[in-house]
């Protein structure tokens, strides 16, 4: 469960840089504004998926695919558990992995994290817009 505490932690870290990082002043519809975000979304994807990776090789249930438990090798759960992350976090829910007991408030988590990202980063923006008016009057 050790690896739990790091994945969260790098994933709190990972969501706290959109306030810290230093994205471009002056360019606010810029390439690197872009590839902050995208990173923060594969971060957020890859480390919600090991947790759901980390928690089902413990004998918890995250989810259920195609109405079944989910059985195999770790890296055939690492990719069932990547592709649930992915169409968590993006919102699509292809509806052929569910969610079950605990999985569900991390879901939860996840998909509001997804909502959230965009609206911060827009937030983000317009501050660093709005101090760069005031700095020019």
């Given at each position: 469960?050790?690896?739990?505490?790091?994945?969260?932690?790098?994933?709190?870290?990972?969501?706290?840089?959109?306030?810290?990082?230093?994205?471009?002043?002056?360019?606010?519809?810029?390439?690197?504004?872009?590839?902050?975000?995208?990173?923060?979304?594969?971060?957020?994807?890859?480390?919600?998926?090991?947790?759901?990776?980390?928690?089902?090789?413990?004998?918890?249930?995250i989810f259920i695919k195609n109405a079944k438990d989910i059985t195999g090798e770790f890296?055939?759960?690492?990719?069932?558990?990547?592709?649930?992350?992915?169409?968590?976090?993006?919102?699509?829910?292809?509806?052929?992995?569910?969610?079950?007991?605990?999985?569900?408030?991390?879901?939860?988590?996840?998909?509001?994290?997804?909502?959230?990202?965009?609206?911060?980063?827009?937030?983000?923006?317009?501050?660093?817009?709005?101090?760069?008016?005031?700095?020019e009057r």
């Open positions: 469960m050790g690896w739990l505490i790091v994945i969260v932690g790098v994933l709190v870290l990972n969501i706290g840089s959109v306030w810290t990082s230093r994205v471009s002043k002056h360019k606010y519809v810029s390439l690197e504004n872009f590839v902050v975000l995208i990173s923060l979304y594969v971060t957020m994807m890859l480390g919600f998926g090991m947790i759901y990776t980390v928690l089902e090789i413990n004998g918890y249930d890296f055939s759960v690492l990719q069932d558990s990547l592709y649930f992350s992915a169409t968590t976090l993006l919102a699509v829910g292809y509806g052929d992995v569910i969610p079950i007991g605990a999985g569900r408030w991390f879901a939860v988590v996840e998909a509001l994290l997804g909502y959230i990202m965009p609206a911060a980063f827009v937030v983000r923006v317009v501050i660093d817009w709005e101090k760069d008016m005031n700095k």
